[in-house]
């Protein structure tokens, strides 16, 4: 089993990040490689691209959440195979999804408040089971693109979580007065 983890510290309420991750495309959107995603109840079908060297690679993620324990964990399961640039590169004529590009997804997310006041802990862990050819893939990428991945997502979930909005009362003090009118 190949497996991603990692761990964030945000500036933001639980409750917050709670919403985010329950806006399923919201949050795949954050996720460095995704491009295309889709949300049908609890089901989240993604389209996933990267290239290794010069060989493009795409993937077809379908997720489905099997867990949710509210402000403190989301669990999702489902599969990956590799897309038809992969078969392009390969020249091979594959009807529907061959065995060996085929693989199960498991995701974990956990919300933990921290010892320092305001910051929470993004605790995350995906695990893939795959075989033969799709493993081979999945171990390159892992070696060379995922630490810059994990990276990339850090920052996006930071930037949506910490984005400071400004309270409608110091915008309002702001604005231009109103011109005074003139009495009749």
């Given at each position: 089993?190949?497996?991603?983890a990692?761990?964030?510290?945000?500036?933001?309420s639980i409750?917050d990040?709670w919403d985010l991750f329950?806006r399923?495309s919201?949050?795949?959107?954050?996720?460095?490689t995704?491009?295309d995603?889709?949300?049908?109840g609890?089901h989240?079908?993604?389209?996933v691209?990267?290239?290794?060297g010069a060989?493009?690679?795409t993937s077809r993620?379908?997720?489905?959440?099997?867990?949710?324990?509210?402000?403190?964990c989301l669990?999702?399961e489902?599969f990956s195979?590799?897309?038809?640039t992969?078969?392009?590169?390969?020249?091979?004529d594959?009807?529907?999804v061959a065995?060996?590009?085929a693989?199960?997804?498991?995701?974990h997310?956990?919300?933990?408040?921290?010892d320092?006041?305001?910051?929470i802990?993004?605790?995350y862990?995906?695990?893939?089971?795959a075989k033969?050819r799709?493993k081979?893939i999945?171990?390159?990428i892992?070696?060379t693109k995922v630490p810059?991945m994990m990276?990339?997502?850090?920052q996006?979930?930071?930037e949506?979580?910490?984005?400071?909005?400004?309270p409608?009362a110091?915008v309002?003090?702001a604005?231009?007065?109103?011109?005074?009118?003139?009495r009749a």
């Amino acid at each position: 089993m190949l497996t991603v983890a990692g761990k964030v510290d945000v500036r933001c309420s639980i409750e917050d990040a709670w919403d985010l991750f329950t806006r399923f495309s919201d949050i795949a959107r954050l996720i460095p490689t995704v491009e295309d995603v889709e949300v049908d109840g609890e089901h989240v079908h993604a389209r996933v691209s990267t290239k290794l060297g010069a060989l493009p690679i795409t993937s077809r993620v379908t997720l489905r959440v099997i867990e949710t324990r509210a402000f403190e964990c989301l669990k999702a399961e489902g599969f990956s195979y590799l897309g038809e640039t992969i078969k392009e590169q390969i020249k091979k004529d594959i009807e529907g999804v061959a065995k060996d590009s085929a693989g199960r997804l498991f995701l974990h997310l956990d919300l933990r408040p921290t010892d320092q006041d305001g910051i929470i802990a993004v605790v995350y862990t995906a695990d893939v089971e795959a075989k033969g050819r799709l493993k081979r893939i999945y171990k390159a990428i892992l070696k060379t693109k995922v630490p810059d991945m994990m990276e990339q997502f850090a920052q996006n979930l930071r930037e949506e979580l910490e984005r400071v909005v400004e309270p409608v009362a110091e915008v309002a003090e702001a604005l231009p007065a109103p011109a005074p009118q003139a009495r009749a």
